[in-house]
């Protein structure tokens, strides 16, 4: 039964999910929508066996006997878990814990925001970086890669322009560099995702049957 | 004697204060103009939805951006319609000037309704204060709003749906009735048992990261299922391996799966919950908890299968600096280069979902891969009949303008001239 009936579950709401996209009367149009808040719920509940693991494995690491850097960040992760649970829940107003200037959004302003935009931010340097290794011309892929990405960098900038001014209209930069954003590019964006699609219903359906039941647990 | 009220409402020239647009008419006034009203004012049933819904369509007034162009926006106002004669007018919404369509939403399925379009315009008064001036329409004839039981702009959905699903389910039986099917060969799967063997021979451990979505993401279930088969590899192999994950949801069933996994591998020992933690939701905390781990522990093999958004190349670009072997797999088409880039094998899109077939190498499983095959090759024959029409289309309109031949209504090439 620890198969049969997550299998029936999944089965009952694929089957209903199909039906509800083609049959918009009710109680069909609406099925979606239960099934989603019913999502929510359930992953609502479950924040709180994340949350414990992470406190968990962070204290763990806090006391282990092993001296490594891991128990300094153990001991971060835990400090900061705790005082942001405090100020939020005890020291912000209550459920007013979000309004601006309150001590929870304080926190959440001055040192969340930040941290999450550095990490942001890093994706540029990231970025550069594996182009460098993309554009590299050791296959000729990688070469017709690097002379299309050539085309478009410099028909976006406005020097694209300037070094083909000279050029009919129809071939100069800016114009070449649309022209392999509009189709070149659309067409293998387009082919990607007519398999992607057809990916998710074959996956989908799998599930639906039960023949792909590994997510449960081993097959 | 409700279409006498109503049409004695349409006549009215209303001239009230701005913003009290819905105000019944407190003064007739004579300069300046009025705009026309809208005509052809029309209520029907909302189609394709589950009922609660009229919509009403009208052609615009002709001040409406031409005439005197002083039409502003209307508003549409509703009527409960009964034998005694018209309910209360309400106004329920405005649509700007310009559009020839609103969808009332909240209406109640069998009520009949009737609704009259306001053309506005704000004029100065004879003070200098800018008034609006409302001219009704006539009103509509009975519109009810009910739910449908299909939704016809669906249809060819629906037969697509029905040839795809036949044919995996064809090609499933076909399958397990014993019938050889040929699969490509897949580089990045193939490469999941040297990925694993290799931080054996290391002593490294191996980090499988299932994207940054929850269970009700159809990719992460992907992800999760080409979990199953690196666990078990990883068991027998005897490699260390952990899943920090992002979502508590996917936290459970990853364990589940690891665990089973290491049973079926004959090594339920090495099993434990610790293999399988939680890091937080929030994209980039993921992120960089992920990235310190990395530079930490200096794993021997990535995985990244699953939905990933802008995290994906601060990921896997941490991955390639400490030289570790990366495998990444999503149908995210915009963060596929990012992974191509900076991985070593990339399963991409359809492929990730192609994994656990590839896999298990199970005929059920493998037959719906050649049925997604057949929907590719529909499909591929219809870009194929279209390429063709609209040559021929290009031909003998005598333009190439792909914006002009994309407005043509096809069913117009093929009437005799």
Same mark, same amino acid.
């Given at each position: 039964?620890?198969r049969?009936i997550?299998?029936?579950?999944?089965?009952?709401v694929?089957?209903?999910?199909?039906?509800?996209f083609?049959?918009?009367?009710?109680p069909?149009?609406?099925?979606?929508?239960v099934f989603?808040?019913?999502?929510?719920?359930v992953?609502? $509940? #479950?924040?709180?066996?994340g949350?414990?693991?992470?406190?968990?494995?962070s204290?763990e @690491?806090?006391f *282990?006997?092993k001296? %490594?850097?891991?128990?300094w960040y153990?001991?971060?992760?835990?400090?900061?878990?705790?005082?942001?649970?405090?100020i939020?829940?005890?020291?912000?107003?209550?459920?007013?814990?979000?309004?601006?200037?309150?001590?929870?959004?304080?926190?959440?302003?001055n040192i969340?925001?930040?941290?999450?935009s550095?990490? $942001? #931010?890093?994706?540029?340097?990231?970025?550069a970086?594996?182009s460098y290794?993309a554009? @590299?011309?050791? *296959?000729?892929?990688? %070469?017709?890669?690097?002379?299309?990405?050539?085309?478009?960098?410099l028909?976006?900038?406005?020097?694209?322009d300037?070094?083909?001014?000279?050029?009919?209209?129809?071939?100069?930069?800016?114009?070449?560099a649309n022209w392999?954003?509009?189709?070149?590019q659309v067409?293998?964006?387009?082919?990607?995702?007519?398999?992607?699609a057809?990916?998710?219903?074959?996956?989908?359906?799998?599930?639906i049957?039960?023949?792909?039941? *590994?997510?449960l647990?081993g097959? | 004697?409700?279409?006498?009220c109503?049409?004695?409402?349409?006549?009215?020239i209303?001239q009230?204060?701005?913003g009290?647009s819905?105000?019944i008419?407190?003064?007739?006034?004579?300069?300046?103009?009025?705009?026309n009203?809208?005509?052809n004012?029309?209520?029907?049933?909302?189609?394709?939805?589950g009922g609660?819904?009229?919509?009403?369509?009208?052609?615009?007034?002709?001040?409406?951006?031409a005439?005197?162009?002083?039409v502003?926006?209307?508003?549409?106002?509703?009527?409960?319609?009964?034998p005694?004669?018209?309910?209360a007018?309400?106004?329920v919404?405005?649509a700007?000037?310009?559009?020839?369509?609103f969808?009332?939403?909240?209406?109640?399925?069998?009520?009949?309704?009737?609704?009259?379009?306001?053309?506005l315009?704000?004029v100065?008064?004879?003070?200098?204060?800018?008034?609006?001036v409302a001219v009704?329409?006539?009103?509509?004839?009975?519109?009810?709003?009910?739910?449908q039981w299909?939704?016809?702009?669906?249809?060819?959905?629906?037969?697509?749906?029905?040839?795809?699903?036949?044919a995996?389910l064809y090609?499933i039986?076909?399958?397990?009735?014993?019938?050889?099917l040929?699969?490509?060969?897949?580089?990045?799967?193939?490469?999941v048992?040297?990925?694993?063997g290799?931080?054996?021979?290391?002593?490294?451990k191996?980090?499988y990261?299932?994207g940054?979505?929850?269970?009700?993401e159809?990719?992460?279930?992907a992800?999760?299922?080409?979990?199953g088969?690196?666990?078990?590899?990883?068991?027998?192999?005897?490699?260390?391996?952990?899943?920090?994950?992002?979502?508590?949801?996917?936290?459970?069933?990853?364990?589940?799966?690891?665990?089973?996994?290491?049973l079926?591998?004959?090594?339920?020992?090495?099993?434990?919950?610790?293999?399988?933690?939680?890091?937080?939701d929030?994209?980039?905390?993921?992120?960089?908890?992920?990235?310190?781990?990395?530079?930490?522990?200096?794993?021997?093999?990535?995985?990244?299968?699953?939905?990933?958004?802008?995290e994906?190349?601060?990921?896997a670009?941490?991955?390639n600096?400490?030289?570790?072997?990366?495998?990444?797999?999503?149908?995210?088409?915009?963060q596929?280069?990012?992974?191509?880039?900076?991985?070593?094998?990339?399963?991409?899109?359809?492929?990730?979902?192609?994994?656990?077939?590839?896999?298990?190498?199970?005929?059920?499983?493998?037959g719906s891969?050649?049925?997604?095959d057949?929907?590719?090759?529909?499909?591929?024959?219809?870009?194929?009949?279209g390429?063709?029409?609209?040559?021929?289309?290009?031909?003998s309109?005598g333009t190439?303008?792909?914006?002009?031949?994309?407005?043509?209504?096809?069913?117009?090439?093929?009437e005799?001239?």
């Amino acid at each position: 039964m620890r198969r049969e009936i997550p299998t029936a579950i999944a089965f009952f709401v694929g089957i209903i999910c199909i039906i509800q996209f083609f049959i918009p009367h009710r109680p069909f149009g609406t099925l979606v929508d239960v099934f989603s808040d019913w999502f929510g719920i359930v992953a609502a $509940f #479950a924040i709180w066996l994340g949350a414990l693991n992470l406190l968990k494995v962070s204290l763990e @690491r806090s006391f *282990s006997k092993k001296k %490594t850097h891991d128990r300094w960040y153990g001991l971060v992760v835990a400090a900061s878990f705790f005082l942001i649970f405090i100020i939020g829940m005890f020291m912000s107003g209550g459920d007013q814990f979000q309004v601006p200037g309150s001590r929870f959004d304080y926190l959440y302003v001055n040192i969340y925001t930040p941290l999450s935009s550095t990490m $942001f #931010a890093l994706l540029a340097f990231f970025v550069a970086s594996a182009s460098y290794r993309a554009f @590299r011309a050791r *296959s000729w892929e990688a %070469t017709l890669l690097l002379i299309a990405a050539f085309f478009v960098m410099l028909g976006r900038a406005p020097i694209g322009d300037q070094l083909t001014g000279f050029m009919p209209e129809g071939y100069r930069l800016s114009e070449v560099a649309n022209w392999i954003m509009t189709y070149p590019q659309v067409a293998g964006q387009r082919a990607i995702m007519i398999g992607i699609a057809l990916g998710v219903a074959s996956a989908s359906l799998r599930l639906i049957l039960g023949l792909e039941r *590994s997510y449960l647990g081993g097959e | 004697m409700l279409a006498c009220c109503l049409a004695q409402a349409s006549t009215a020239i209303a001239q009230t204060a701005p913003g009290d647009s819905g105000a019944i008419p407190v003064q007739t006034i004579a300069q300046p103009p009025p705009p026309n009203p809208a005509t052809n004012v029309k209520a029907e049933d909302a189609p394709n939805d589950g009922g609660g819904s009229v919509r009403v369509t009208w052609t615009a007034s002709p001040d409406d951006g031409a005439g005197r162009k002083n039409v502003a926006s209307y508003n549409i106002l509703r009527a409960v319609s009964s034998p005694t004669g018209a309910g209360a007018i309400d106004t329920v919404g405005s649509a700007t000037a310009g559009n020839t369509e609103f969808t009332d939403g909240h209406t109640k399925d069998g009520v009949p309704y009737i609704y009259i379009v306001e053309a506005l315009s704000s004029v100065p008064s004879p003070e200098g204060a800018p008034v609006m001036v409302a001219v009704r329409s006539e009103p509509t004839g009975v519109a009810y709003s009910k739910g449908q039981w299909f939704h016809m702009r669906r249809l060819n959905a629906l037969i697509m749906v029905i040839i795809v699903c036949g044919a995996i389910l064809y090609f499933i039986q076909q399958a397990s009735s014993g019938k050889e099917l040929f699969i490509r060969k897949i580089a990045g799967l193939d490469a999941v048992d040297e990925a694993v063997g290799r931080a054996t021979e290391m002593g490294r451990k191996i980090f499988y990261i299932p994207g940054t979505q929850d269970m009700d993401e159809v990719q992460t279930l992907a992800g999760i299922t080409i979990l199953g088969r690196v666990a078990k590899v990883a068991a027998e192999y005897e490699a260390s391996l952990e899943v920090p994950v992002s979502r508590s949801l996917v936290m459970v069933t990853c364990r589940e799966v690891v665990k089973e996994a290491y049973l079926n591998a004959g090594r339920p020992e090495a099993y434990n919950d610790s293999m399988v933690y939680y890091l937080t939701d929030d994209q980039f905390g993921y992120a960089a908890g992920i990235d310190g781990l990395v530079m930490r522990d200096k794993p021997s093999t990535l995985f990244f299968m699953g939905a990933f958004y802008a995290e994906s190349l601060i990921l896997a670009e941490t991955g390639n600096s400490i030289g570790a072997i990366q495998i990444a797999g999503t149908a995210m088409p915009a963060q596929l280069p990012f992974f191509v880039a900076a991985c070593d094998y990339t399963l991409i899109g359809e492929e990730l979902f192609a994994a656990s077939a590839y896999l298990s190498k199970e005929p059920k499983l493998l037959g719906s891969l050649k049925g997604q095959d057949l929907g590719k090759a529909i499909i591929l024959l219809a870009i194929l009949v279209g390429i063709v029409m609209t040559s021929f289309g290009a031909i003998s309109m005598g333009t190439s303008d792909l914006d002009k031949l994309g407005n043509y209504n096809i069913g117009q090439w093929f009437e005799v001239q």
